[in-house]
């Protein structure tokens, strides 16, 4: 089974660009994609995400292979009621953390994977959603250190972390560390370059990473071909298209 492990709906600021729930659905249906992990887009700019979360849910509410990851912003006061609120909801598995958007370090949030741990959440933490060079000229965020990511997880081993949006640079740079760990996973969406699943394969290992579109910023074909040009053994195929993330979101 095919799995998404990171694609986005709603609409993004700063360019024509808007991903709906039933776009996703048949981008998914056009790639044989069964199931996919999503979160709201806006929710990565208001200042309490919540809005967005809420919105999601309703959307997903009858789409039963679509599974959400809101976005908390552990600048809220309540972050952790929303966590709890979260882990209660049927279609959540995941609370996503954006700390370039909202104002924090990644190194901050070990209570918050302490927390998820707690509620059987896993933890996803997005390192960039978008090529800083199409940022508008007033806004040049920079990117999480994926180093600040692996340490959360070596801290947090009871909890389930994703790195979201991993470059093949930092991958490799971070290969040593990342191998260490049984509680981290790495989606490749942001991989780039011929043969790089392969490339990030032979650095990391292959249960770590997981097959992810970041849909509607990139094609969803992109990432299928990424897969195929890896020519990988079928067992590690399976692993990364799909087992790797019904372990890393408790989809099994």
């Given at each position: 089974?095919?799995?998404?492990?990171?694609?986005y709906v709603g609409e993004w600021p700063f360019r024509a660009l808007e991903g709906?729930?039933?776009d996703l659905a048949t981008t998914m249906r056009g790639n044989r994609v069964r199931r996919a992990v999503v979160s709201?887009?806006?929710g990565l700019f208001y200042t309490d995400p919540r809005p967005a979360n809420e919105r999601l849910l309703r959307r997903l509410a009858r789409r039963r292979n679509l599974w959400a990851a809101p976005i908390v912003s552990l600048r809220m006061a309540d972050w952790r009621e929303q966590f709890a609120t979260l882990a209660d909801k049927r279609r959540v598995r995941a609370a996503r953390l954006a700390p370039a958007f909202h104002g924090y370090r990644a190194a901050q949030a070990g209570e918050a994977a302490d927390l998820?741990?707690?509620l059987g959440l896993t933890l996803a933490v997005?390192?960039?959603i978008e090529d800083e060079r199409r940022h508008p000229p007033?806004?040049?965020m920079r990117d999480v250190p994926l180093e600040d990511v692996v340490a959360l997880a070596a801290a947090a081993p009871s909890t389930r972390v994703v790195a979201s949006?991993?470059?093949l640079r930092e991958m490799l740079d971070s290969a040593q560390h990342i191998r260490q760990l049984k509680n981290l996973w790495l989606d490749m969406s942001h991989l780039d370059g011929l043969c790089c699943l392969k490339e990030a394969r032979d650095a990391v290992g292959a249960r770590r990473l997981m097959f992810s579109t970041c849909w509607p910023f990139f094609y969803a074909r992109s990432a299928v071909l990424k897969v195929a040009e890896a020519e990988m053994p079928a067992r590690e195929k399976d692993a990364v298209m799909g087992g790797n993330a019904e372990r890393a979101f408790g989809l099994a």
């Open positions: 089974m095919t799995i998404d492990a990171a694609a709906t729930v039933a709201p887009i806006e998820a741990a707690e997005q390192i960039r007033f806004v040049k949006a991993v470059r």
